[in-house]
């Protein structure tokens, strides 16, 4: 059994293998860890915005206080339960690498304890997320726009998330479907997207948007053009390796923030957001919720009709905001002209 000195010195050195690269301990930690695969996408997704977050206010895990953990799950724009399991995945890294016995060391723990904190002012159900007219056409727009001066290295990944961003919002795929998807669950040029799940029985097909099966067919091009390995649809590398849902949703909020859509909202746009917008289209458009139900792989026919009146509800709102801007419009030219 080793001294308490050579302990020590093994607890500083991975101490300091967490403050020099937090993604990568972090997958070592949750190596041994007994979660199920699926947990442990959800925990590494979690895990990277939360990293994404300490860059932006310049800090780090040595670092980090009880203010900046509580700012991150505010601002996050999920509902109070999700926002919990942020809060006591970070509580118990940070436990992991402070290696301290006392709770009062962890500020995850002071905010987790704090009934009055302010990121339990989420609802325990939020308004479902959805695109503008407005933001969804500037998305497509910059979807299609010329790649510009890339390398190789990028020319690929560019289009590959492009073409990623297209299957949720021209297909209604979830993160976990899209790093599922084969090249053969694609035919070119056919307006048919095949969603495999673990259980065959609950198979599927969703009819893709023209954007984005134009967006799909490029892509393919690309694909056998950097000659990548493998048959998933959108590999993370060349060797063809599936993309982790943190890697995608970077992917996303880059493309979102390319498109000149993300300061205009409140909310971030995410997957979900996307997935949202593709049902929001075809509600629009006079489809059937039952119908949409099918395309999103929904099993109960409440699903959808629930998702078809929150869609109902957030078009209100929508025209509600927009009349008032036209009115605050219209006053602001009508003072103008007295002046």
Partial sequence: MPAPAETQEIFDNERANWYADPRSAFDSWMAQQAFKASSADVYRAQWGLFLEWLSVKRTDLRTVDRLAIEQFVTQLDIRKPQRVRYLRLIERVLDHVRQIEMASTNPARFIAQDGEASWRDARENEPTGFLAHGERAALVSYLFSPLGDLSAGQRWRERRDRALVGAFLGGGVKTGEAAALTVS???????????????????????????????????????????????????????????????????????????????????????????????????????????????????????????????????????????????RESGQEESRGFE
Wanted: charged fraction near 20%; aromatic fraction near 10%; glycine fraction near 4%.
């Fill in 185 to 327: 669950n694609y035919a070119w040029n056919q307006p048919w997207l095949i969603v495999e799940a673990a259980n065959s029985a609950l198979n599927r097909e969703t009819r893709l948007a023209p954007f984005a099966i134009a967006l799909l067919d490029h892509w393919i091009s690309e694909r056998k053009t950097a000659r990548l390995l493998g048959d998933l649809l959108f590999p993370s590398a060349p060797s063809g390796r599936p993309m982790h849902k943190a890697t995608m949703l970077r992917a996303v909020d880059a493309v979102i923030e390319a498109a000149g859509i993300a300061d205009s909202r409140a909310a971030r746009a995410s997957p979900q957001t996307l997935r949202n917008t593709f049902a929001a289209d075809l509600f629009e458009s006079g489809t059937a919720p039952e119908r949409v139900g099918q395309w999103l792989g929904f099993q109960q026919q409440i699903s959808a009709h629930r998702l078809y009146r929150a869609w109902q509800n957030w078009t209100g709102e929508e025209i509600r905001e927009r009349d008032l801007a036209q009115a």
